[in-house]
């Protein structure tokens, strides 16, 4: 079985879980099953090579073209499509809006966010595309209802990475469960288990005791900013921000505050070598995040055994993955609430003891059944 992954146009340039997820999916695809996967960006030039596979899996809903969709379907290829989507209008709100978010009073914020949802929603993205040309607003295009409800209806199959993930984007897409002729199939992301086991530690940053870590690239959507002012009062727990710089004006205005506030550390993009290191001896794993699904590095974190704190279920589907079993919750746009959930989870002294049953759904040889099985009944349908 021949299998093609398409991936977002700048996923050479820019490194997300995303990235994980589909190479790790490959890798044990691979090893367990008679399968062949190649991987191709959206931009490069396969429709010259596509009658060679049978199966071609989108990752992530943006990554799909109508045209090359449109194109593979009429060459009879079967479609799926990994959605990795969550609720947009937080994260749009805080990308423009983090200067202030965070001192607006919580009546004005709700008010502020209702005005956000209502405007994204019926205004952005889906009257004003049609007054604009398409190659102008790609971005907007690929936000509409129309958009998102087309490509459900013309998938084979539609795999999201949690039931929640799915009710939202039929949701958003104005898609009703009756019209999706039981495409939705959830496979949850996952971690590496054999890697965790036999991970050794690395010793990178070894001389920073008892910190609290978060892993993501650098960015308003991850909200570094929430949890180092949460935090800003507390000088003598460390912090560690681990990922690349995605926004250089939010990076600095980031770092300026952490020179004042002292004890904050900043990686870069490190290895996994060195991060599950990090993970392992981290007291807490912070990811107060305002879209998520659910987040890589707090499952990584969690199968590490560091305490987690996430964002609740308007952010991110805990339920789900058990984080809200596992881990402590909060509110994003609340700095108290981030400070009361890091303090709660750092003075924890339990040492988190992981269901095996949880470790194994959540484990990439599960990911590997579940999406095989995706894979075969399509291929019986032939």
Known sequence: ????????KDSSKIFGGDEVQYRKTKEFLEQKYNINIDIKQMNEDIRNNIDKYSIIHF???FSVEP????????????????SIFWEFTDSILINYLYNICYYL??????????????????????IVPKFVKRKNSLYLHKNSINYKKNIILQANKIIPNSDEEGIILCKRSNVKISETENKFISVPNAVDTDYLKAHKDTGFM????????????IEPLKNQLGALKALYKNPEIPIIFAGQVRDEKYYKKLKNLADKRGNVYFTGKIPPEDLFSLYKRAKVHILASFRES???ATLEALMSRAQIVVSNEKFCPIKYYKFDKYGFVCNPYDTKSIKNAILKA???????NLEENYIKFFSYENVADMTYEVYKKLSEIE
């Open 346 to 352: 750092y003075n924890n002294p339990k040492i988190i």
């Open 67 to 82: 045209e090359f969709l449109k194109f593979a379907k009429e060459k009879n290829k079967k479609i799926v499509i990994s």
């Open 294 to 296: 659910p987040g890589l």
């Open 206 to 217: 070894s001389d920073i005791k008892d910190f609290v870590i978060e892993a993501a690239g």
């Open 1 to 8: 079985m021949n299998i093609l992954y398409i991936t977002r």
């Open 105 to 126: 009073p919580p009546i004005i914020l709700k008010l502020v966010q209702n005005i956000m949802v209502w405007f994204t929603a019926n205004i952005l993205y889906n």
């Open 59 to 61: 990752w992530g809903l």
